[in-house]
């Protein structure tokens, strides 16, 4: 069973319905017992960095995913969830996240040409990096996803395993031993994006 | 690099597709969960939902229809039509939209944009806009095109991005309906007074006229027809076919 846990932040219905799709049993929880009994834990997030971090601590949930994700279990951070992943965020002013994977969350307008728009939103091709990460097998190079964010991971070269192409190369999805993330949205990317929950469901605990 | 997105339109009424749909291999041409799952897998990008329904029990219908779709189509969604309130954005993003434009409740009350903005982020907040020429200046029309606001149109957009809108959708008048292509002149206008993604609406008549549309401008961000998909005149995956083979950035 796949725990999407919910703190509060952000709609949920597609991310569970998506799971419904591919035939995986999916519960959306905010209760400890429940994510800890689960065997893959969905971590999700839409909007401001601080306020997402804020809500996870309060729900002592933080503390939770933190100790799951030590005993092995998989976890995949999905869009402000995977920058959450990181050890922290300069997305207005500087804030700490769960620090499960080495790296910090930048302003994409750092890093790219000013005559493109911010957020970096749409469809974009997923480029692998190293050697390709099992939450890819469905999917093939150049094959495209559906992004919508205004800040990236950054300094976590090492857990980088696809980049996209916006004026510059934007961290697309990281993995570090038991723990991915996607800064695109999988549950709106189609098939594609479909085929990447089926193969996270599918990793080693 | 980012690929340009083509965008099918569904008006609904009561919990169905008007403007009869015309598909051999659709059953029920006229469910919006069966057309918004074949768009979805001949290519489509994104999906807008229109709500042409005047009264509350056709709105519940509308907000079944959406969560029905949303549970088999997993393509970024936009909602439109009677959306007055933040009250609005609440039951269309709970039943799964992703995105929700404001038309006539944002020429009523602008500020409706800043407080969705606000809750939701500005990605969530669409700004559309019918735009036709009066005398030589571009203005902005209200309650579907009938009533000129007098307000001018590219002031009226900038006002609207300032205020939390992620995006506009910019639907010409003067053009729609007509099928003889897009409004480049009144698009490209608007391209140089924002900065947030551009959706063309208008004029669309065959496949060239997106090649057209994004050859000419790039900074436009995706195109967007209803009838002509819906009929089939144009079958979106072989208009992306032609994209590509144009060398435009196309996901196929």
């Known amino acids: 069973m796949v725990a999407i846990i919910d703190y509060g932040v952000g709609n949920l219905f597609s991310l569970s319905a998506s799971f419904r799709a591919i035939g995986t049993e999916v519960t959306v929880t905010s209760d400890p017992d429940v994510i800890r009994s689960a065997d893959r834990i969905i971590l999700p997030g839409v909007g401001a960095f601080e306020d997402a971090a804020k809500k996870l601590r309060a729900s002592g949930l933080d503390v939770v995913v933190c100790e799951e994700a030590k005993r092995g279990k998989p976890i995949l951070g999905i869009c402000l969830g995977m920058q959450l992943l990181f050890e922290k965020s300069f997305e207005y002013g500087e804030h700490e996240g769960l620090g499960l994977i080495p790296g910090s969350v930048r302003p994409i307008a750092d890093v790219i040409p000013k005559e493109l728009k911010i957020p970096h939103i749409g469809w974009n091709a997923l480029h692998f990096k190293g050697e390709k990460n099992p939450i890819f097998k469905y999917v093939n190079e150049g094959d495209c996803v559906y992004f919508v964010h205004s800040y990236y991971a950054a300094d976590c070269e090492e857990a980088v395993c696809a980049t996209a192409e916006y004026g510059a190369e934007l961290t697309a999805a990281v993995f570090c031993g038991n723990v991915y993330g996607c800064q695109f949205h999988p549950e709106k990317s189609g098939e594609t994006g479909l085929s990447i929950l089926r193969a996270f469901c599918e990793t080693e605990g | 690099m980012i690929t340009k997105r083509i965008i099918p339109c569904l008006d609904v009424r009561d919990g169905r597709v008007v403007k009869g749909v015309n598909f051999k291999d659709l059953n029920d041409v006229s469910s919006p969960v069966e057309l918004a799952r074949f768009y979805s897998e001949n290519g489509a990008d994104e999906l807008v939902f229109y709500d042409i329904t005047a009264s509350a029990e056709g709105r519940r219908l509308f907000t079944d229809i959406l969560c029905e779709t949303a549970k088999s189509v997993f393509i970024p969604l936009t909602v439109g039509g009677g959306i007055n309130t933040t009250d609005d954005f609440d039951r269309v993003l709970k039943c799964g939209a992703d995105k929700v434009s404001v038309n006539s409740g944002a020429i009523r009350n602008p500020n409706?944009?800043?407080?969705?903005?606000?809750?939701?982020?500005?990605?969530?907040?669409?700004?559309?806009?019918?735009?036709?020429?009066?005398g030589g200046v571009f203005r902005v029309f209200a309650k579907g095109g009938r009533e000129n606001t007098g307000m001018e149109a590219i002031e009226w957009i900038k006002k609207c991005v300032s205020l939390g809108a992620g995006e506009v959708v910019v639907n010409s008048i003067d053009t729609d309906g007509v099928k003889g292509g897009f409004d480049l002149e009144m698009l490209d206008a608007v391209c140089n007074a924002v900065n947030v993604p551009v959706i063309a609406s208008g004029g669309a008549g065959k496949?060239?006229?997106?090649?057209?549309?994004?050859?000419?401008l790039p900074k436009v961000d995706a195109g967007l027809a209803a009838s002509i998909f819906h009929f089939g005149e144009v079958a979106i995956s072989d208009l992306k076919k032609e994209m590509k083979e144009s060398r435009i950035p196309t996901r196929i």
């Open chain 2, 207 to 216: 496949s060239q006229d997106f090649i057209t549309l994004f050859k000419t």
């Open chain 2, 112 to 134: 409706l944009i800043y407080e969705a903005a606000k809750l939701y982020g500005d990605q969530c907040v669409v700004l559309s806009a019918d735009v036709k020429r009066v």
